[in-house]
Antibody, heavy 127, light 107 residues
Framework: EVQLVQSGAEVKKPGESLKISCKGSGYSFTSYWIGWVRQMPGKGLEWMGIIYPGDSDTRYSPSFQGQVTISADKSISTAYLQWSSLKASDTAMYYC????????????????????WGQGTLVTVSS | EIVLTQSPGTLSLSPGERATLSCRASQSVSSSYLAWYQQKPGQAPRLLIYGASSRATGIPDRFSGSGSGTDFTLTISRLEPEDFAVYYCQQYGSSSTFGQGTRLEIK
């Protein structure tokens, strides 16, 4: 059974750093792209970026480039989402997702859809 | 960036009725790279439809997707009590963006 299990809820102060995790199991972790999706309180879904754990190739949505860092440790089948300096506006639920249908051709990449989702990690940033 | 606009914002129906949800794109979506997700309160979204019309594994056949270009539709043929939720469309033909969601509520 495919599972993505995320780390627990976090409460942080503005300016603090944070790294949340997503552990994959039940499939070949290095063979599928893993992404992150943000959902701010009471709002919709926003795709943040993607990593291929096999070689750590990482891409970001323009809206999140420079704001977060996505990484992975394939030895423990875990992907990460990291902030160096949190803001109150980072308060949200964050989901990791497994991508399907990803391919690149002629310099363009299609990032596919999301067939499995983690349970979500709630990040609260408040002074 | 492709902007997806879902309508209506809220749809009030009764169990057994047919639901039709719309997703309109600001420009044509390549190769019908359009997916639909269902999200219930306190839960992660669940994939329903990908490639505009292919049902994901384990999704009942009362859910169907159609459309191409800029206009896409999710249809639930006969609503079950567990179908009342928020539904999102997502395009993955140019980066990846979501619609703002349609809330399907019990009338």
């Amino acid at each position: 059974e495919v599972q993505l299990v995320q780390s627990g809820a976090e409460v942080k102060k503005p300016g603090e750093s944070l790294k949340i995790s997503c552990k994959g199991s039940g499939y070949s972790f290095t063979s599928y792209w893993i992404g992150w999706v943000r959902q701010m309180p009471g709002k919709g879904l926003e795709w943040m970026g993607i990593i291929y754990p096999g070689d750590s190739d990482t891409r970001y949505s323009p809206s999140f480039q420079g704001q977060v860092t996505i990484s992975a440790d394939k030895s423990i089948s875990t992907a990460y989402l990291q902030w160096s300096s949190l803001k109150a506006s980072d308060t949200a639920m964050y989901y990791c997702v497994r991508h399907r249908g990803v391919y690149c051709s002629g310099g363009s990449c299609y990032w596919g859809y999301f067939d499995y989702w983690g349970q979500g990690t709630l990040v609260t940033v408040s002074s | 960036e492709i902007v997806l606009t879902q309508s209506p914002g809220t749809l009030s129906l009764s169990p057994g009725e047919r639901a039709t949800l719309s997703c309109r794109a600001s420009q044509s979506v390549s190769s019908s790279y359009l997916a639909w997700y269902q999200q219930k309160p306190g839960q992660a979204p669940r994939l329903l439809i990908y490639g505009a019309s292919s049902r994901a594994t384990g999704i009942p056949d009362r859910f169907s997707g159609s459309g191409s270009g800029t206009d896409f539709t999710l249809t639930i043929s006969r609503l079950e009590p567990e179908d009342f939720a928020v539904y999102y469309c997502q395009q993955y033909g140019s980066s990846s963006t979501f619609g703002q969601g349609t809330r399907l509520e019990i009338k």
